[in-house]
């Protein structure tokens, strides 16, 4: 994977000094001039003269025609899935065992347990794991032992070990895991038990995470990349049976699949995304549902969303290096074919907008300096489409939510510049990982759940 990334980042850099410098060298015409340098043109059929510029401008529309054929399938399928995902049948309600690590979160892990205690389902268990706090966290989920909470205190292990302890001491058939900054929905287990009793090959299911309190516009802009970016794409991978992420906040996991894939992986970042490529592996399905809601706390400051984006960045180039053995390979379905490379596409999109914005002000300077900008009115037209379509398709996963919120789609216009800012984290974190650089798990600032 890293050789991977590598060669895809070295590829754009060599193309951005081939193809740019030369095509904004109208820029130093005199200097050219002086020296008498030609034109650079090169021909590959002398019937067909290509210029740098030319060039240029195919590998930006090439690269933007990427992106938009990636927006524009996941806007297709999810409108699919709204259409298809009606009220399901349930023959049964099998017990659930609702798993909650916990390692220093003394502010929030009581608000989260209330959330656990009187949900719209027969049949369910609670599980608190404190993964050797060091401070209140064990006092305070302790208080709810008497209304039927387990609470187990062990020394740190990590999120992966504290949950992989309560899987060990669960005893219902479909495991849930729950972070404990977040709160259950009360109807979240009936509509996780609906998908389960649809489909005997479903190994897991994916919830639908949203932002608790989404005051301010940094929390406003995260809500809005939950519902219409991250939920999106979860929609139209359930489609095809192939979710490549079940999110901490709300999973929901067969228990005899975990025992068959061997539980949560601790060598990555993401042991969220880990864990469903084992079960995606083993052949099973993994859906979304979009009405087991879960709601969250976000990073307030830029800081804290910097700290959780290069965890979950790099996180994810690590699970994809782990399973590059999945990449178009057909003996894992549609997961292989489609699934992986589809997330892969992702990860790779934070080095193409950069460098398609990058060719974009080059080209802008080179006009303002020289009024020589070649095919500005070109590339500026293909990016003006390429945002109104993010803004379209960013109001359209608003409107199709369970829980749409108007001042998301008042925030759509400002989620362009949001998204330029998650690229350079983005590309930030694959360099990193590409460096080997040691990076520690941190969180975000607590504040107490209502």
Known sequence: ??????????????????????????ILGDVREQFKVPEFIFSIVPEFNFSISSVSTLLFYGLLFMLIFRLTSFGFLSFIYTVVNRK??????????????????EITIASSIKSMLNLNYPDYEVIVIDDGSSDNTFNEASKYSEKGVKVIRQKNTGKPGAINTGIKNASGEVVITVDAD????????????????????????????????????????????????????????????CVTIVPGAVAALKTKVLHEVGYFPPDTFAEDFDITMSILKAGYHVEYESRAIAFTQAPESMEDLLKQRRRWYRGMAQVLSKYQGMYFNPKYGIAGIFGVPFMWLGVSSYLINIFLLFILLADTLSYIVSSSGHDLNLLASGMLVYWALNIGISTYGVLIDPMPKIREIIASP?????????????????????????????????????
Not at 420 to 441: K, T
């Open 414 to 450: 400002l989620y362009l510049f949001y998204n330029v800012f998650i690229d350079c984290v983005g590309l930030m974190s694959l360099i990193e990982e590409l460096l080997s650089i040691a990076m520690r798990w941190e969180k975000p600032k607590r504040e107490e759940l209502e």
């Open 182 to 241: 977040s709160k259950l929905h009360p109807d979240a287990l009936t509509w996780i038990a609906r998908r389960f009793s649809s489909n005997p090959r479903l190994g897991a299911v994916a919830g639908n995470v949203k932002i608790d309190k989404p005051t301010g516009l940094l929390k406003t802009l995260q809500s809005l990349e939950y519902t219409s970016s991250i939920n999106l794409i979860r929609k139209s991978q359930s489609l095809l049976h």
């Open 1 to 26: 994977m890293k050789s991977t990334i590598l060669s895809l980042s070295e590829s754009i850099l060599v193309l951005s000094l081939i193809l740019i410098v030369p095509a904004q060298a109208s």
């Open 88 to 105: 399901r049948k349930i023959d049964k309600f099998p017990k659930m065992s609702i798993i909650v690590p916990a390692y220093n979160e």
